[in-house]
């Protein structure tokens, strides 16, 4: 399938700056909440949205994402309930959905009939941070391409140049940077050495749109992380967030993103939904 | 075919690095680096003398003789157990110490699931005077208390894994996440033949001095360098890596890798991976582990916290799949009948591991002229509280 038909692409071709990227974990805090989340965050004006599968062992992230996939998987998540969920929400939302998860969970579901399965229900790139290029590329890049999936890649602060161009040619969507050197969850700030790295990948010019990701958790980190890219990732703030959200999941995300994207309440960033555009 | 690891990293279908990219300047410096700097004379000049006047090798091969005549067979034991700290885990945390100080690396991260790998590593880290944190998990900090009191005093940061079963898998989790938060300045030790390549090959290698040792030592007392068969334990697999490694390519020698069935290897209560285990990932490897169907990690179980594990080392995998190693799986039980049977026949007391490797002897069909050797990976004074409540629960 043509990738210029993908949802992530036509996002950044529409918007190139200011594009907030909600990660949440299936199943958290409640089995069934998925698609609820889902149109929560279409509502309140989100612009890709990506789901976590919840796995046993996610070496990449903190302990806010750990724990909200470990209650994901007491509620009984599983990834054919995960499709089914997707499937059924895929009619009533046009944003971008993107799948993010450990390689050994596709390597179970078996791996084409997993890429095949993104497609069928909708999925519109993947995130995969323990597949690494070298793979991707020699085994999965072909399969994944000619479905007309996205797939983002990731870059920290050490990532060599020549690696970067790499990460730049194999990834389809956007890249995903890496703010610090860090497994996800919020940071106070962000530093000069930071602003810095921003700065150094901006100036390089890369053919991907590029969102900062890990320790983006409020207004203020969020704007900065604008600035410096197209726009950001927030997990681990959201989750907890849906925490304390007593069961009024819609009041809790619409206050959420309204926080992230208003200092004040203020300054309305305008919507960029299809389905109310 | 030659089994070795290939360039790519991996054992047959079984290897590679499958780590996030945060991971992969520090994995990819250790690939480039590690044979460059262990091949230096000066590398191994150091290596080689604290191998032996720090360490105490070459550990000595035992003829067994009364345990020879309970199996009517002869049975050496390579005793790592003496080594300084007590078992085969030190020979590596040697190594990789002095290929961190090449890599100028200051601060030193472990997992640990019996504590001897903490306990080596910490070793190290006070020989060396570098800063030491060793993750264990909470369910092992209980039960292995006297190698957390050795950690302590020898300068280490002792850091609970609470998450999942609280055990070895999981302080192996912490210990990489510690290491993508703070990727510039950390080595991290890893104590088995898992992880993301080069680990599995360089750990292997670090312990090969096992085997390298028993080829002449074997020669010595039978006046034939290869046995006919070498038992040893496998939780992650460094101790049988390391005793199989100068053999993986004489098929005439038979290998036996010996997993911990806990309460029996269909009890859900298992660490028996070769049976339970299907293909996947984890730490970095793709190697076989106990998984659902849904591809979560299953948490393994086993009295021993050094066999805890719900994977095993790539090489072990590709060499119980070929057909290269034969598996035993051995119960608790069966375990600590055996590390009572060593200690009345022979006077030593295993680890709990190595019990398991003992064990096997019963299970295992052989010739009368057969010469075995076992591993005797450990010691077992860490254990002395699990064995004196089954001594007095069993009257023994």
């Known amino acids: 399938m043509d990738f210029n038909h993908n949802r992530i692409r036509q996002l950044f071709d529409r918007k190139k700056e200011n594009i907030l990227n ?12 998925t698609g ?9 004006g989100v612009d890709l949205i990506e789901i976590g599968m919840p796995y046993s062992d996610p070496l990449a992230d903190g302990p806010t994402i750990q724990q909200s996939g470990q209650v994901a998987l007491r509620n009984g998540m599983t990834l054919p309930l995960l499709f089914e969920q997707i499937a059924a929400v895929r009619s009533k939302t046009d944003l971008p959905l993107i799948l993010m998860g450990y390689f050994n969970q596709v390597m179970q579901y078996g791996e084409t009939a997993f890429f095949e399965k993104c497609a069928e229900i909708g999925i519109d790139g993947l995130i995969i941070p323990d597949l690494p290029l070298v793979e991707y590329k020699a085994s999965y890049r072909d399969t994944i391409e000619s479905l007309g999936l996205g797939f983002s890649f990731l870059i920290t602060p050490q990532t060599s ?25 919020a940071k106070a700030d962000i530093t000069r050495l930071q602003i ?32 410096y890219a197209n726009g950001a990732i927030i997990g681990s703030a959201f989750i907890k967030a849906l925490e304390s959200s007593n069961g009024h999941l819609s009041d809790a995300v619409a206050g959420f993103v309204a926080g992230i994207k208003n200092e004040h309440g203020e300054q309305q960033t305008q919507s960029f939904d299809p389905l109310k555009n | 075919m030659e089994i070795a690891v290939d360039e790519r990293g991996y054992y047959g279908e079984f290897g590679g690095a499958f780590i996030p990219e945060m991971l992969y300047p520090n994995v990819e410096e250790l690939k480039r680096r590690y044979l460059s700097i262990m091949e230096e004379p000066d590398f191994q000049r150091r290596f080689r003398q604290l191998l032996r006047d720090y360490v105490g090798r070459p550990s000595p091969l035992y003829l067994a ?29 040697i190594g990789q110490i002095l290929l961190a100080q090449k890599l100028g690396k200051t601060r030193i991260i472990a997992e640990t699931g019996a504590g001897q790998h903490g306990v080596a590593t910490a070793t190290v880290c006070a020989l060396m005077g ?14 292995q208390a006297p190698n957390v009191a050795r950690m302590r005093m020898l300068g280490a940061e002792v850091r609970p894994a609470t998450s999942g079963s609280q055990t070895l898998k999981d302080a192996t989790n912490e210990a990489i996440r510690d290491w993508i938060n703070h990727p510039e300045e950390t080595h991290y030790i890893i104590g088995s033949v898992v992880g993301p390549h080069p680990y599995p090959d360089m750990v292997a290698r670090f312990q090969s001095v ?15 360098s290869d046995p006919d068969l070498v038992i040893a334990c496998v939780g992650g697999g460094s101790n049988a890596a390391g005793a199989f490694y100068h053999y993986l390519n004489t098929p005439a020698v038979r290998l036996v890798a010996v997993e911990a069935a806990g309460k029996g290897i269909h009890s859900g209560h298992s660490a028996a991976t070769s049976v339970l285990g299907t293909k996947g990932v984890i730490h970095g490897s793709r190697t076989l582990l106990m998984q659902t169907d849904d591809g979560q990690i299953i948490e393994p179980y086993s009295i021993s916290a050094g066999l805890d594990y719900p994977g095993i080392g790539p090489m072990h995998a590709h060499l119980i799949k070929t057909g290269r ?69 069993h009257g023994l």
């Open chain 2, 210 to 224: 096992i085997s390298e040792e028993m080829k002449w030592q074997l020669l010595e007392h039978t006046g034939n």
């Open chain 1, 36 to 44: 609820d989340i889902i149109t929560a965050l279409g509502d309140a």
């Open chain 1, 161 to 185: 140049t020549e690696r970067i161009r790499m990460v730049d040619e194999l990834s389809r969507g956007f890249i995903y940077m890496v703010s610090n050197a860090a497994i996800t969850g």
């Open chain 2, 130 to 143: 570098l800063q030491c944190i060793v993750y264990m998990g909470a369910v092992d900090i209980q039960r």
């Open chain 1, 22 to 33: 909600i990660y949440f974990t299936a199943g958290f805090p409640r089995l069934d909440d």
């Open chain 2, 65 to 93: 003789e009364r345990l020879s005549n309970h199996y009517g067979a002869t049975i050496y034991l390579k005793r790592e157990d003496l080594n300084h700290t007590g078992a085969h885990k030190i020979n590596n945390t």
């Open chain 1, 196 to 227: 810095d790295y921003f700065d150094r990948i901006k100036g390089m010019r890369l053919s991907n749109p590029r969102l900062i990701g890990f320790g983006i958790s409020s207004f203020k980190t969020f704007s900065t992380a604008c600035e």
């Open chain 2, 325 to 393: 190693a034969e598996a035993v799986s051995i119960t608790d039980d069966e375990a600590l009948n055996a590390a009572f049977s060593l200690t009345r026949t022979e006077g030593i007391i295993p680890a709990l591991e190595t019990a398991h490797a003992l064990a096997a002897l019963d299970k295992l069909s052989f010739k009368k002229t057969d010469i075995m050797v076992v591993c005797l990976s450990g010691r077992g004074d860490k254990d002395l509280a699990a064995y004196i409540e089954y001594l007095d629960s």
